[in-house]
């Protein structure tokens, strides 16, 4: 049950959360430099629907205990995540010691994976849980890229996700949470939440809400809220690149119709299942030579640049290590992108302008931060962290530009003929025409970027002229298959034939339901 505060009390919510999107395919391991940690007020800075004065803000007394945010990539060290699991509950336990808590509003990603453990939200919540006892609601506004397991799903009153990809409603969605989280807290009861296991692993640049079957498939989802008696909606695609039990689509109605809230998680299972042989890449795909050749017919062409490439296998921003140099060593291979050379590349006015975005290599930078801009330079690049696909690349060129960055760190850019390779002191995603834009170089001036990317996010999307996704090898392999998935339950689609449709039942938890399928 339930308890709502006082009369005259002002609810009390905590906030906190460790979120990383993890790889367990990527050599890189998530330390404390991957995890930025904002404490007390500074938690709340970070929430714009928390403003002084708004709304929400005065609605409760709102606590920040701990946050921390990282950039995707691979596993988190252990004592990294123990460490910071450990510091939330020891704020929770104060924040309880203090006084009545009646929620806490758990920022997560949902796809975090530990060195050595399995299921680390189940673990990070499970400590939440018995750090502030059986009674305080708790919300978690979760990437839809996340996995939920039977732990998780028990711990948690209020989960949701977005409901686009790209995720142009992430703050939406965490203010959405919030409000949800406040109605609940002046009730008697608690949450019914109906939860379905879909067996379905599909790679995130197969199910973008930009185009079909998931833009129809997520447009279900307002309706399906509408209706008397559900609170929440969500389907989550689950993140491909780990291997663990947890991993499979899962869809979640919460509210406190039980009947109508299984119904209609078990309606949203089933439109899943049913178009789970229409998901297709969200764009033009090719290998990296198919993608350049298509680059240069596009300029040869006339059309307008600048035209984009999608290095995909290891996208850090869906968990690649950051430094595999597999494209960037082709790239430098191709005549037709550095022209003819004979030590140092010759510039060649007619080659086409290309960036290729970014391989991160801090013995490299040190070296390159020892010469001058215009200096010619001749250095060893990447594959420190991640040598499993290629080796570190050999970079003969111009020192085009010496840069910082607040998460790069120290940033060279290398010319050799056309070709503006970025290397990084750290790990950083070029996803936005400002990241290249703080390097001074325009993206609209670009006929070629080659990025570390899969589906484009807003605003390189919004400048491409053309595009090609190429399936270049990595942590993050668009062909999930080659990954060998080992611990995943099977069954699973794509990787096995159903002979029959497999049983979409519900699971009940919450207010007035046993827990167990119905």
């Not at 999107?21 to 928390?50: C, N, Q, W």
């Not at 840069?403 to 503006?420: E, N």
């Amino acid at each position: 049950m339930n308890h709502p505060p006082q009369a005259g009390r002002r609810p009390r919510i905590a906030i906190a959360g460790i979120g990383i999107e993890s790889s367990a395919y990527a050599a890189h391991r998530a330390g404390y430099r991957d995890f930025p940690v904002l404490e007390g007020t500074a938690v709340l800075d970070r929430y714009p629907f928390l403003a002084p004065g708004s709304e929400l803000r005065e609605g409760a007394t709102w606590i920040g205990v701990l946050v921390t945010k990282a950039i995707p990539g691979g596993q988190v060290l252990a004592g990294v995540y123990e460490d910071l699991r450990d510091r939330i509950v020891a704020g929770l336990r104060e924040v309880v010691a203090e006084g009545p808590l009646d929620a806490v509003y758990l920022d997560i990603h949902g796809a975090m994976s530990v060195v050595g453990m399995t299921d680390a939200e189940g673990d990070l919540v499970a400590a939440v849980r018995d750090a502030v006892g059986p009674e305080p609601l708790i919300a978690a506004p979760m990437d839809l890229h996340g996995n939920i397991s039977e732990r998780f799903f028990h711990e948690v009153d209020l989960p949701t996700c977005f409901r686009m990809a790209p995720h142009e409603d992430a703050w939406e969605t965490r203010e959405r949470s919030a409000r949800d989280l406040l109605a609940w807290i002046g009730r008697d009861d608690r949450p019914v939440r109906a939860w379905v296991r879909v067996p379905i692993l599909l790679a995130g640049e197969q199910t973008s809400t930009r185009v079909e079957p998931a833009r129809s498939l997520y447009g279900r989802i307002p309706a399906v809220t509408g209706r008397a008696g559900v609170t929440d909606a969500s389907i989550w695609i689950g993140y491909a690149w780990a291997d663990e039990p947890r991993c499979h689509a899962s869809v979640i109605v919460t509210g406190d119709d039980e009947a109508m809230v299984a119904a209609s998680a078990e309606e949203l299972a089933e439109a899943l299942w049913d178009v789970r042989e229409e998901f297709e890449f969200v764009g033009p795909t090719g290998s990296l030579d198919e993608a350049i050749d298509a680059a240069l017919a596009h300029r040869a062409a006339g059309r307008a640049r600048p035209y984009l490439i999608s290095d995909s296998g290891d996208n850090p921003g869906a968990g690649g290590s950051g430094d595999v140099t597999w494209t960037l060593t082709r790239v430098l291979e191709r005549a037709d992108l550095v022209g003819s050379h004979d030590g140092v590349p010759r510039p060649a006015h007619d080659l086409p302008l290309t960036y290729v975005a970014s391989v991160f290599d801090a013995d490299a930078i040190g070296e390159l931060c020892q010469r001058q801009v215009g200096d010619a330079v001749d250095v060893t690049v990447g594959a420190r962290v991640d040598d499993r696909v290629s080796g570190p690349v050999r970079v003969r060129g111009i020192l085009h530009g010496l840069y910082t960055d607040p998460v790069a760190g120290r940033v060279a850019v290398i010319r050799a003929g056309g070709v503006h390779a970025i290397v990084t002191e750290f790990r950083k995603a070029f996803h936005a025409t400002d990241d290249f834009a703080r390097l001074g170089l325009d993206p609209g001036e670009a006929d070629l970027i080659i990025t570390k990317i899969g589906y484009l996010e807003p605003t390189l999307h919004e400048v491409a002229q053309g595009w090609t996704l190429a399936l270049t090898p990595g942590p993050v392999d668009q062909d999930i298959a080659r990954l060998a998935h080992e611990r995943i339950e099977r069954p699973m689609f794509p990787f096995d034939d159903f002979e029959t449709a497999p049983r979409l039942r519900a699971e009940v938890a919450g207010s007035g339901a046993e827990r167990g399928s119905r």
